[in-house]
C-alpha cells in the first residue's frame, strides 16, 4: 500500500513493481476510504444494494474514488442527484441525525462537510 502525493507517482511505482500497488491516498484518488465506507455502511445496515448515497463536500480525492466505487457498484449517479442532495440537505437541518442516518447511506465526509 501506497500513500503519495501524486498519482503519476503511484502509476510510475506502479508500472515498476512485480507486486500489485494499492493507492492508499493520493491527490487525485482515495479508494481505501471509499472501501472502508462502503465496508461500514454495509456492517450497519447489513446490505448495500438499494440504499440511496449522496455525497455533500468539495470535489476532492474521497469523491472521484465515490464515484468509481458507485459506478462499480452499478450505482445510478449517486454523487450528482440533486434531488437527493436537496431532500439530504433538508433532513439535516429538520430531523435528529438518527433519522438521517436511517434514510441515507453517507461516507464519513458528509458529517465532516456539513459539521
Known amino acids: 500500500m ?3 502525493l501524486k498519482h503519476a507517482d503511484l502509476r510510475l511505482m506502479a508500472s515498476a513493481s512485480r507486486v500489485p500497488v494499492i ?3 493520493d491527490e487525485k ?3 481505501s476510504q471509499v472501501i472502508a465506507d462502503l465496508m461500514t455502511m454495509k456492517e450497519k445496515k447489513g446490505y448495500l444494494e ?3 448515497l449522496v455525497y455533500i ?3 476532492n480525492n474521497v469523491c472521484n474514488s465515490l464515484i468509481e466505487a458507485c459506478t462499480k457498484l452499478g450505482w445510478n449517479d ?3 442527484d440533486e434531488e437527493l442532495i436537496e431532500e439530504a440537505k433538508k433532513l439535516v437541518y ?3 441525525r438518527w433519522m438521517l442516518r436511517k434514510q441515507f447511506a453517507r461516507p464519513t465526509s458528509f458529517i465532516q462537510t456539513l459539521g
Do not use: E, F, I
Open 2 to 4: 501506497a500513500r503519495l
Open 23 to 25: 493507492n492508499g491516498c
Open 29 to 31: 484518488y482515495h479508494p
Open 50 to 52: 438499494g440504499l440511496k
Open 57 to 59: 463536500g468539495v470535489h
Open 78 to 80: 449517486p454523487v450528482w
Open 94 to 96: 429538520t430531523k435528529p
